[in-house]
């Protein structure tokens, strides 16, 4: 067996209490219910090839109408997650859930996490009740995490409506939603305004590498905005590999992101694992790496943008 090399940025934890609710949205997604635990997880990894696992939380916290119950559940998932880095800080990271909407009780759990758990970075979902990240009364959020240069996952979740009903909606509508707020920040300046920041968009940018040139035309009917400009803030964002190393996704997504900006992600337990490695077959032996290539997406792009990683 290849020793473990990889940084998987985009695993995700289910504490025992979150499981059965974890359980009843899959099914209201038409998706496999996923079972998460440590030993599980290890085994995965070590299968996989994956030294450390950047773990979140990926769903709704609570309830639409109930900021105090999502503020209580991203404290215990971050909690039930710290713990489990402390114990293991070789083979685990930390990205911790906020509950937006509700700004100032995400910027009260983000202090926590990055001041008191040490947690690696943040994640937020690509909507939040329906607003997405662009909008302005976000922005204190952003301002603090851009003081702080923290790393932020933007995990997809389920636009309003649904594309396709009677398709799985993280198949059809959460590339979608990835793209959608993505565009929604760089048209608001959101990336290029807070640079220290670092945004992460799972499964490749949804089809934003594809669609890029075509959304920077549309910069032309933007007061302020140009293409060249639209295309600079899209770009600042980086991108997992998760259900994404495809032969036509992967060569659109190595031609559009910055370099260096391309991490590998596996999307455990989201992504039943005999799924997930048909896609790191697809990694491996893509025919147009260049020397260093496939390390830096592996490993060394996630060592830059989380150094105590590189150390353990």
Not at 110 to 129: C, E, I, K, Q, R
Not at 147 to 169: E, F, I, K, Q, W
Not at 175 to 198: E, F, I, Q
Not at 260 to 288: A, I, Q, R
Request: zero cysteines.
């Amino acid at each position: 067996m290849t020793p473990p090399a990889r940084i998987d940025v985009h695993q995700h934890v289910i504490p025992p209490d979150r499981s059965r609710a974890l359980a009843d949205r899959a099914a209201a997604l038409g998706w496999p219910a996923p079972a998460w635990d440590e030993q599980s997880a290890l085994a995965m990894m070590d299968r996989r090839s994956i030294a450390t696992g950047v773990l979140s939380y990926a769903a709704p916290l609570a309830a639409p109408d109930d900021p105090a119950g999502a503020r209580k559940s991203a404290r215990s998932v971050n909690e039930f997650t710290a713990e489990l880095v402390k114990d293991r800080p070789d083979r685990f990271g930390h990205f911790a859930a906020l509950p937006l909407p509700d700004v100032d009780g995400a910027l009260t759990e983000a202090a926590y996490a990055l001041d008191v758990l040490h947690a690696d970075g943040v994640m937020v979902l690509s909507n939040a009740n329906g607003r997405y990240l662009g909008d302005p009364a976000f922005e204190p959020l952003w301002a603090e995490l851009d003081a702080r240069a923290a790393v932020v996952l933007v995990h997809p979740t389920a636009p309003p409506g649904t594309m396709v009903p009677g398709l799985p909606s993280p198949l059809v509508d959460f590339p979608y939603d990835t793209a959608r707020t993505a565009l929604h920040m760089a048209v608001s300046g959101v990336p290029g305004r807070y640079p220290r920041m670092k945004l992460i968009l799972p499964h490749a940018g949804g089809f934003l590498p594809y669609a890029a040139q075509r959304f920077a035309v549309a910069a032309h009917l933007h007061p302020g905005s140009t293409p060249q400009g639209l295309m600079g803030e899209l770009r600042r964002f980086y991108f997992d590999t998760a259900i994404s190393a495809g032969p036509a996704a992967l060569p659109s997504l190595l031609a559009f992101a910055a370099p260096g900006h391309v991490l590998y992600g596996s999307d455990f337990p989201m992504l039943p694992e005999d799924w997930g490695t048909d896609f790191d077959t697809g990694l491996d032996e893509y025919p147009h790496w260049q020397d260093g290539d496939l390390h830096a997406i592996n490993r060394g792009n996630a060592e830059l943008l989380i150094p105590r990683l590189a150390r353990t």
